[in-house]
């Protein structure tokens, strides 16, 4: 049985740790539903629940055999003048994704990195 | 399938139903025969190992011979000897042409795609109906045939010169070496999204690309849920990356090695430094 993971307790850790970024989510692969979140502010709260709701489309590709099926992809970034977010797939959990988001003029190396290291230590947790 | 097999018959829209059953066919030889609504032939599509060679319309027997003088800046009476000449000399017309240095074979190629895709077109206006009809293949250089895709995208590049245009220029400064890249249109009209453009080498099949398009309209009109309509998405996966954004009037997509995102990245904020307008992309 998998033991009880404190998702919002380590999204609050990993956004205290990243003052760039405007929240962060640890996310159902599957459903787009949210397992634990960390926003500064409610007014990110709705679009943080539409790019989790997004994963199954976004966190995703064609499959590279030419069939129908599609593939999962390892990190997604979605950028527009408004808003940069990251995606991340746990690495042995492909079931869970990480995602961040910070405003449009980011830094979106650092970002990303960012969202990588809290999907890895996100994976850790629910080894 | 064998050269041997019985006939199939197909029902054909468009376009891209004539170049999937092609796709089908994989690398067979032969002649797709075309019937239009009441059963009388319009014309074929020639197959060779799973490449399209040509296609020829009725009413469109004078058209080659047109648009070769056009590349050839030769005048109709000029043209109307040389197809004399070429039959002299027992040689296909554009091969002679390109031996006797009056057009270059990329001249030639482009008249043959160019017919071809017109073909295409006027073969499948209405809803039609074909036959495979297998054969030994041929002695076509593989130079003049193309994939599916590439007839396909001149289709619709025909209908839309000026997005064609405009989409061949962004791919050009947008992809480099081992990278490809697509853009497509979509319209009411249309069910799925549609090539008009490609670069590189894109997945051959027609089918394969479509899903291509398919995903990146899908993943912009989610990624615009919640961004801004000038979003620009990014997938990596092992050693490369897909992309996607969309311009005044095509959605672009592509596969790159993994510096192709920060690169386009880079080239998006230079051309708003520059003033143009977000880089290219939709606003």
Known sequence: MDRQIDFDGSMNQAL???????AVACVDARTGMLLGASTRGANFEDVLEHAAIGVSSLCTAPSSRGDDESDDVDETLVISDAWTHAFARVRDRPDLIVVGMAPGSTNVALLRKWVREVADRVGASTR | MTSTAIARAFVLNSPKDACEIVDEL?????????????????GSIFIERGRVCWAAAV?????????????ARVDRNEMSRLYTACRVAKKPLGEFLVESGVVSSIDLRSALLQHTAESLSVLCERRAFASWIPRSPGSYSARFTFRTTE??????????????????????????????GAAFVRSPARAVPEPIALCGHPPTSTSALIRLGIWAVSALDVARTFQSRDVFIATTREESAFVAWETSAAIVVGQTNLQGPGRLLNMRSQRRRRGESNGGLRS
């Open chain 2, 26 to 42: 994989e690398n067979e030889s032969g002649e797709l025969l075309i019937r239009d609504a009441a059963r009388d032939p319009s």
């Open chain 2, 151 to 180: 007839v396909l995208a001149y289709c619709l590049a025909t209908q839309f010169p000026d997005v064609a245009e405009n989409a061949e220029r962004e791919l050009a400064r947008s992809f480099g070496e081992g990278d490809w």
């Open chain 1, 16 to 22: 205290a740790a990243y003052r760039e970024a405007a």
């Open chain 2, 59 to 71: 009413g469109l027997n004078q058209r080659l011979g047109d648009l070769l003088a056009a590349r």
